[in-house]
């Protein structure tokens, strides 16, 4: 069969609220041009981020029920452990709350001031956990992935060279670890090969450095290599996951991407002593190590989650449905980072409206003008988020002007996605119309959470 279905079918509905034109413009204007203000009941279509907001299954739910809340031992954190140590093959699991409080912990006992962290492209998250301790996070993606309207296979990969370059230079006393982000968040949700992840991992042994996944997306990731590197295609998604773990010592997880959860998210190790000194503060900061901050109950969910993602059928239909919106976008006249990736779709707003210089933030002007049209919620990563001020008061611009539209995971119908490809050929006719922002107010750090904008 050609047609790739939504492989489930809704047993429970979550009605949408429908707003006019006229009243997104007063909801705009009171949440001052900033999306992130905008009450979630006064978005039609929320494609702000993929994480935490995707549906449970039916047996997550009964699994809600069969939660073990003991404090100690509880029986849920044993059937997490064992989903976790199937699938990764680490034998220390720790669960946290979610990816960042891992992060967190990870940085804690590994990073300080003088160490060096490179990776693919650290999140957001891993650098500012990174930063926090005085360390460095440095990013070495391979080359294709700095170009946007490149098509190619595996655009989140490591510059190899680069890698070895860094540590010759710096010394491998002063790189605790290596990350490896899969699938690259950062770099559109872009897949790593297992022939990347194995050279970094022989890199590194020669010099005794460890390598960490950061594995919030190992699914969509897997699907990436069966689907596109030679001598996976006859191997299951568990079989491909195991090897993409079988190359690192321990990973970061957010439950909230590929556990399929709505919360959670867990540390791994391969070493019982860095799995001590985690525990050790796990037990301060996050909670006793058999719940690490979530109930019982959210451990049964992932636990059921983590099983499920490995499912094919799935991963087609998620990983086609994201190249669906992306191939029509292309069609609608709207440049977009290629190729699709496992998780979003990355509308390039410097080359949509070319009009609107970085200081004003052209990402800001397509995302506000998605909700007015159409009560979508996307976001903007170029210079709101990333924009720094020079000493001298001139803006300093990302590399890139994005919006994303992430996907949430089973939430949406093909229709719904239809629905968003009509606003954006909308959006696009109206590309020249479309005007930059200046900030009224913003906070010290983040600032495009809180960030208040007027029109220029
Ligand atoms: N690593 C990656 C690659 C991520 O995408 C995220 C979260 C995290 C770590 C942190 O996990 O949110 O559970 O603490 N990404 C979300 C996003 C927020 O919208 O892309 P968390």
Known sequence: MRTIIEPFRIKSVEPLKFTTRAERETIL??????????????????????????????????????????????????????????????????????????????????????????????????????????????????????????????????????????????????????????TNNSGGGQPVSMANIRAVKAVLERYGIPLFLDACRFAENAYFIKCRE????????????????????????????????????????????????????????????????????????????????????????????????????????IPIVQPPGGHAIYIDARSLVPHIPPEQFPGQAVVCAFYLEGGIRTVEIGSLMFGKTDAAGNHVAPPMELVRLAIPRRVYTQSHIDYVIEVAALVAQQREQLRGFRILEQPRFLRHFTAKLAPV
């Open 230 to 333: 030679p001598g996976y295609q006859d191997k299951s998604i568990l079989e491909i996951a195991r090897e993409m773990f079988s190359y690192a010592d321990g990973c970061t997880m957010s439950a909230k991407k590929d556990g399929l959860s709505n919360t959670g998210g867990f540390l791994a190790f391969r070493d019982p002593q860095w799995a001590q000194q985690a525990r050790e503060v796990l037990i301060v900061t996050e909670g006793f190590p058999t719940y690490g901050g979530l109930a019982g109950r959210d451990l049964e969910a992932v636990a059921q989650g983590l099983l499920e993602v490995l499912d094919e059928h799935y991963l087609k239909y998620r990983v086609r449905s994201v190249a669906y919106l992306g191939e029509k976008l292309l069609a609608a006249g």
């Open 29 to 182: 204007q009171k949440a001052f041009y900033n999306v992130f203000a905008i009450p979630s009941e006064d978005v039609l279509i929320d494609l702000l981020t993929d994480s935490g907001t995707g549906a449970m299954s039916a047996q997550q739910w009964a699994g809600i029920m069969q939660g073990d809340e003991s404090y100690a031992g509880a029986k849920s954190f044993f059937r997490f452990q064992e989903v976790v140590q199937h699938i990764t093959g680490f034998p220390y699991v720790i669960p946290t709350h979610q990816g960042r409080a891992a992060e967190r912990i990870l940085f804690t006992i590994a990073g300080g001031k003088g160490k060096v962290i490179p990776s693919n492209t650290h999140f957001d998250t891993t650098r500012a956990n990174i930063e926090l301790t005085g360390a460095e996070a440095v990013d070495l993606l391979c080359a294709e992935g700095k170009q946007p309207a490149l098509i190619a296979d595996f655009k989140g990969n490591m510059d190899v060279e680069a890698l070895e370059a860094l540590i010759e230079r710096v010394g491998p006393d002063r790189i605790p670890l290596c990350m490896l982000t899969v």
